[in-house]
């Protein structure tokens, strides 16, 4: 059933938007201005509304810009700021490292209805898992031949959706979704997801999804028996990937079942599925803080490995996917703070102070990223983050930064204090009653005061997602911006 979210103001008019979401959160869009320079807002479905989004030169910009307008109203409430530009750079930066592999989008990464899309406007397709995430990108004009039911183990109702709406391609990895298949969806066209060694990855999937390799042989015989076409095969190497070549030993192990179909008489597959595990750090050519390689690294595994297993001129007739989550969302979110509560530690004699904050959300909202993706968020002082980027930008000068420090994005002591700060450690608290809703703990930083704001970089992949309201905690407020460079 469609739920209605908070009324979005277009030119001073307000109007209903109804979209197929789950969970309702106020949102706000900037415009008007052009879609990436061409002068038109991107055309998402004829009955989508589709108000423009405000261009800014930069990120600094649209993140000053929105947390400004912000940290003025009442409520002081959380912010998340979703950048279409930042976005856009990682599409295009797809495109330049893997020209021949079609991003099949993850839709459960994020499923912010902008993101999709703008996504469906670039030209991706989409990684769905149940009837809810298809009927979300139907809706935005995705045809059904640009989706994958990614999914190894369906409901029969989603199963049978998927057969109503046409979307055929489809994952399994094991007899009994055969039998299912054909029993409600004859007509699918089936790709069958490999067990790949995911031992160089943080997040192992083998554990719940993957055919090892001696099921391979009697999958691939059922299907003949029940009549089910398979078209191809997929695999998933795991997120939080720190071997590049967990990739090459992938494709490689599907070149070897290509190989097999063959021999068992199978008409010939046409469907390379490379699955996820793309790092989502938008820094070109730069590995990660905890050590992930850039995907410029993983890019050049893959085009080598296709190349020996898949070359163009003997399987130009095989269509290479991928489906990246993390890849394309991570930048595509920047998350606010504000500190509403503070509370001094005992410490011995001269140790470094020690403080508990508490902040207006946590792991039970945006930071649930923690819990499920292993993730360590780092927060910044926003006014300090913001006047950085802004003099990176040439924007300010560098004497001036503190001067022209916003006032409401600092607490009253904390601005009166600002050019010395004292480095303490701090343990930031989300706002439930959860003794468990942390964010981070001993954290080095300058002290913080009641009233300050904190940023929290690359907060769009599984954040928002998850998110909830346990203990009648509001969702932070959305924004949206489109940056023309980082």
Sequence with gaps: MHKV?????VYGKSVNQSINLSIKRSVRLYHPTAFRGRGVAPTISNHSIKPSIKSFDSQSVLLNDALTNQSIKPERKALLVNDLGALARQYDRWSVNLPNVKPFYAVKCNPDTQLLGALHHHGAGFDVASAAEMAAVIKLGAKPEDIIFANPIKSIVDLQYAAKVGVRKMTFDNADELYKIKEYFPNALC?????????GSLMKFGSKFGAPAEHVKPLLKLAQELDLSVIGTSFHIGSGCYDTESYAKAIALCRSVFDTAAEL???RFTLLDLGGGYPGNPAMNQDSADGVPAFEKFATVIRTALADHFPARSHGDVSIIGEPGRYMATAFSTLFVYVQGKREQPVAAGSKRRFLYYVNDGVYGSFNC????????APKLASKFLNEKLTEDGLLQTAERMAVAQPQLMGARGLHSSAAREECLGTHFGPTCDSMDVIVTDYPMEELFVGDWLAFENMGAYTSAAASQFNGMPLPDVVYGRSKKP
Excluded: Y
């Excluded at 790709?191 to 031992?199: N, T």
């Design 5 to 9: 979210i908070p009324s979005v103001r």
């Design 191 to 199: 790709v069958l997801r490999l067990l790949p060694d995911d031992s």
């Design 265 to 267: 008489g199978m008409p």
């Design 370 to 377: 923690i819990m499920f993706d292993h993730a360590k968020p």
